[in-house]
C-alpha cells in the first residue's frame, strides 16, 4: 500500500512501460456507461473520493462513470449490489474497512463475503483517526490520559457513530492494547458524537481526523494522540500511538476499488493501470487532501493482502471486545 506523494506522478509514468499487465489490459475497452456504487449517502469522504476518481476514470475509459449511492444495512446493501452484479466492468464498488473487513464479524446473515465475492482492484484513500478529549478532562498527553483511564477505570465515556462503526472500533483497539476501560456511548452518526464531545456530554472520541480538525483548531477539543503509521502534517505536534509504545492500536480507514468476483484480468488490470495514474495525480492528491483523505494506490494482491490482515485485526477486537449490532 503507498501512500502516494506528488514524486510519484513522475515515477508512476517513468515505470508504466514496465508495470506488468499494462499492455495486456488495453485489450479491454469499455462500450457503455460504468457504474461507481458507494453504499454510503452523498457527501461523506467515501463518496466524495468516489466522485474524484470516476471524474477522471472516465476520461481514460472513454465512458461515462456514474457514482450510485446505495445505502442501509451499514453499508452491506450496496456491497451485495455489486456482489450481484455481472462480472463484465461495468459495475464497481467504493468500498471501506467496515464493508470489507468488518462487517462480515458483525452480520451473521450477510448472504456474500467480501473475501471471496469480491475482486481486489486498488486502494483509493486512507484516513487516520485521532484520539481528543474534551478541555475538562486532566490529561495534557496521551501518557496522562491512560494513567486517568488506569486510576479511574470507566470514570470516562467516549462518543462513536454506532456500534460496529470505525470509530467505535478504533476505541476498543485502543482499549484492548492499552489495557484500560471506557464507556461506549453509541451516537447515530459521528457527526452527534462529535458535538456531544465537544460540549462535554462524553469526554473522548477517536474520530477521523478530517472530521475533528476545526474542532481541534478552535481549541474545543484536544488532541492526544494519532492512529496512523506516521504524524499527520496536520496536526505535526501530536504524537502516533507508536510512539508511546502502543503500535498494536495503529489504525486508518480506507477506501478501495473492488469488482464483482469473476471479474477478467484483463478488466481488473486496466482499472488497476487507470487508478495507479490518477492518484499519482497532483491535482487528484489535493482534491482528496480537501475531503480529508490521503491517495493511496496499490495492486490487487496487494490489496487482498492487507483486507486478510485487517479482516483479522478487526475480527479479534470484535471477539475480544463482544460486540453487537442492533
Not at 92 to 111: A, C, R, V
Not at 186 to 213: C, E, F, I, K
Amino acid at each position: 500500500m503507498i501512500r502516494l506523494t506528488r514524486r510519484h506522478l513522475a515515477a508512476a509514468a517513468l515505470a508504466a512501460p514496465f508495470l506488468p499487465g499494462i499492455a495486456r489490459a488495453q485489450a479491454w475497452a469499455p462500450t457503455r456507461p460504468i457504474r461507481f456504487v458507494v453504499p454510503f449517502p452523498p457527501g461523506g469522504a467515501t463518496d466524495v473520493v468516489a466522485r474524484v476518481l470516476g471524474e477522471r476514470l472516465q476520461d481514460r475509459l472513454g465512458q461515462p462513470v456514474t457514482v450510485e449511492n446505495r445505502t442501509g444495512a451499514g453499508g452491506n446493501l450496496g456491497v451485495e449490489n455489486v456482489v450481484r452484479s455481472a462480472p463484465d466492468g461495468y459495475s464497481i464498488l467504493m468500498g471501506t474497512t467496515g464493508t470489507l473487513t468488518i462487517n462480515p464479524h458483525l452480520y451473521s446473515n450477510m448472504g456474500f463475503n467480501p473475501a471471496t465475492d469480491l475482486a481486489p482492484i486498488s486502494m483509493a484513500f486512507a484516513t487516520d483517526h485521532v484520539l481528543i478529549v474534551h478541555p475538562s478532562v486532566p490529561a495534557q498527553t496521551v501518557q496522562e490520559f491512560l494513567a486517568l483511564l488506569r486510576a479511574r477505570p470507566n470514570a470516562l465515556s467516549y462518543g462513536s457513530g454506532g456500534n460496529g462503526s470505525s470509530t467505535h472500533l478504533v476505541p476498543e483497539l485502543l482499549k484492548l492494547v492499552a489495557r484500560v476501560e471506557m464507556q461506549h456511548v453509541p451516537y447515530r452518526g459521528s457527526a452527534p458524537a462529535l458535538n456531544d464531545t465537544v460540549a462535554g456530554t462524553v469526554q473522548v472520541m477517536l474520530d477521523q481526523l478530517p472530521s475533528a480538525l476545526g474542532m481541534i483548531q478552535g481549541g474545543r477539543v484536544r488532541a492526544l494522540a494519532v492512529t496512523g503509521p506516521r504524524r499527520s502534517s496536520l496536526l505535526p505536534n501530536v504524537p502516533t500511538l507508536a510512539e508511546i509504545g502502543l503500535a498494536d492500536a495503529q489504525a486508518t480507514s480506507w477506501g478501495a476499488v473492488m469488482a464483482p468476483a469473476g471479474t477478467p484480468a484483463p478488466i481488473v488490470d486496466r482499472y488497476s493501470a487507470a487508478l495507479r495514474e490518477i492518484l499519482a495525480d497532483a491535482a487528484v492528491q489535493q482534491r482528496l487532501a480537501a475531503a480529508g483523505a490521503d491517495a493511496v494506490f496499490s495492486t490487487p494482491t496487494d490489496l487482498a493482502t492487507t483486507m486478510r490482515a485487517e479482516a483479522e485485526k478487526w475480527g479479534r477486537v470484535v471477539r475480544e471486545a463482544r460486540i453487537t449490532v442492533n
